[in-house]
């Protein structure tokens, strides 16, 4: 269907499956004004490349239509026969036919004489003669079309498959998991049939929180997750985003996404969500978390039984029991404290690094190489011992993953 979009005194044409589609582009370019254009729309597509012919591209629908049979004999069938058959485009002033093709779309339209497509309106094949003959002079404008659809935007920068279709769990909308969906958005996440994004965190935005978190003043102490979902929408209005505002309860259902990211940060809480993963364990699961005061960042995939699951990042029961395995730090990050509560310091980069960690190890699982698991990217003056990045075996006597 053809719909025109008024955006601040410019006017766009829109092509979309429905009006509802067409709102919610509309909604996208932050305007109610969608109508129906006047205009019927065909839309075609030809595998052959179009070229330009010597004498200039087509002003009439007679130079239209020679051109497209010089250029796809089918498609030029094609055209002819829905002209000749379809009496729609009759009711309507004008016609915009359109195409996709290897080298972009593109298109022409053009008015219909008022005397004409009225008086034929129930022979549409005298109309398409007339097109041919006392009509052939009718000029036609050519119409640059762009390419809006979620499949072009989320795919034309990858050499893998997006995320699109893929249901995916992000636990955490706090700096980390803030920049994290706006990636995971950009790749596809919610986009195509049963795609979905679930969004979950209970905290709101706090001014503390502002100076390193993805979202400014308009989500100030609203729902980090739902002021992420608002977020998301203003930017690609037709991604499927869900939100839970409260603690989930860590069941099947929680896991079952193809891929469940626990962007927290929080040991405590990620030490709870691996339990309960290794319990149900019907997918992936990927933890990124910022370490320190953010001398790096790590993330750990955590997808089967031959590797370590993030329990095993710590010692297991026994000698040591709790201890990194492998540390990094010679000393507990420094704190600030404000009114009755603590934090750990960091810049803005830093969330910014893990997301960054996180989106490159999602991107490696759609390209079907996860490995290596366990990830950490430093900061390059960090004073921090290097560790290197390994799949991990699991640990001895790991409560998680080796007591089930
Ligand atoms: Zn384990």
Known sequence: ??????????????????????????????????????????????????????????????????????????????????????????????????????????????WLDTKHRLGFRLAPKRFRNYLHNAGAGTNVVRLRLDDISPAYIHSRNLEYPSLTGKGLTLI?????????????????????????????????????????????????????????????????????????????????????TDLVIDATGEEALSTLVNAAHMKHRLGPMLYVWVKGNGECVQGLWSDSDKYGCFQCLRHGIGPNYRQERFQILDSPPRKQFRGCSSYTPYAVSAPMSAAALAADMVSDWLKHEVSPRFRTRYLETADAKRIRNQDIAPTTNCPACQHR
């Open 1 to 110: 269907m053809y719909f025109l979009v008024k955006q601040e005194g410019q006017r766009k044409a829109l092509i979309a499956r429905d009006a509802s589609a067409a709102r919610r582009v509309g909604k996208g370019f932050e305007t109610d004004d969608v109508v129906k254009g006047v205009f019927t729309c065909f839309v075609f597509e030809s595998a052959n490349a179009p070229g330009v012919p010597e004498e200039g591209l087509p002003t009439t629908i007679k130079e239209f239509f020679a051109w497209v049979r010089a250029w796809d004999a089918d498609l030029s069938t094609q055209i002819q026969h829905r002209l000749g058959a379809d009496r729609s485009y009759l009711e309507r002033e004008g016609c915009v036919i359109a195409f996709n093709t290897p080298i972009g779309r593109f298109g022409v339209m053009f």
């Open 172 to 256: 955490g909308c706090g700096a980390i998991g803030g920049y994290l969906a706006q990636a995971l958005v950009r790749l596809g996440a919610g986009t195509g049939k049963n795609g979905v994004l679930r969004l979950i965190d209970f905290g709101r935005l706090e001014p503390d929180n502002l100076g390193r978190h993805a979202l400014g003043f308009p989500a100030l102490h609203q729902n980090k997750a739902e002021a992420l979902k608002d977020d998301l929408l203003r930017q690609f209005p037709y991604v499927n985003v869900e939100v839970e505002t409260t603690s989930p309860r860590l069941n099947d259902a929680f896991f079952s």
